[in-house]
């Protein structure tokens, strides 16, 4: 079928029942019925009815704007947008800034926000660093119990109490040479 006011195909078809002759029926392309949309006032029916037209217009440019997003391709790891959205992951952390527009807009429908602001857990206390000095120390202790080296052992069992306390000193690189040179671990001082 085509267009009422042109030559070119119809794709959307509108249907009236606003009029006390019965149903108007009409039968336009995309440009007239963005036209038709556009020029009608907001007090009819038939304005809501063109307004959910006009969000179907949207629909149709947002899926163009996808149609393109889906080509963009990161330069790092090789994943496409599209894949992204199959399935759900992305291919590297440079995908963040590859797909930043395209993302974005997706990250706070979701979330709210673009800046994560998202909870600690409940049973650390301290920063991440902090925890992960206190599992080296009592892996280290255990090491010195099973060598029977009781003295570092006592020594690194004062430091992880001084660690949990909270004296941020006590846990510095340096602080914890001092342990002394006689015990040598295999874990690595961070």
């Not at 030559?7 to 009029?19: D, G, M, N, S, Y």
């Not at 003295?151 to 992880?160: M, P």
Request: glycine share 6%; aromatic share 6%.
């Amino acid at each position: 079928m085509k267009c009422q006011h042109c030559e070119k195909p119809a794709t959307f078809h509108i249907t009236e029942l606003t009029e006390p002759n019965g149903p108007s029926v009409l039968h336009l392309c995309e440009e007239h019925a963005r036209t038709f949309l556009s020029n009608e006032g907001t007090a009819t029916p038939a304005s809501a009815l063109s307004s959910m037209l006009a969000k179907q217009l949207k629909i149709k440019n947002a899926a163009e704007e996808l149609a393109t997003a889906d080509k963009k391709t990161c330069p790092i790891c090789g994943i496409t947008f599209a894949d992204f959205r199959k399935f759900g992951r992305l291919g590297c952390a440079y995908d963040y800034i590859a797909f930043e527009d395209d993302l974005q807009p997706l990250l706070v429908n979701i979330h709210g926000s673009l800046q994560h602001v998202g909870k600690e857990p409940s049973n650390q206390t301290g920063s991440p660093e902090r925890q992960h000095r206190i599992m080296q120390l009592k892996v280290e202790m255990k090491e010195a119990v099973e060598k029977e080296d009781y003295e570092t052992a006592s020594r690194l069992r004062d430091k992880i109490s001084e660690v949990e306390s909270g004296n941020e000193s006590s846990w510095s690189k340096d602080a914890l040479e001092d342990l002394g040179d006689d015990f040598q671990s295999d874990t690595p001082i961070v």
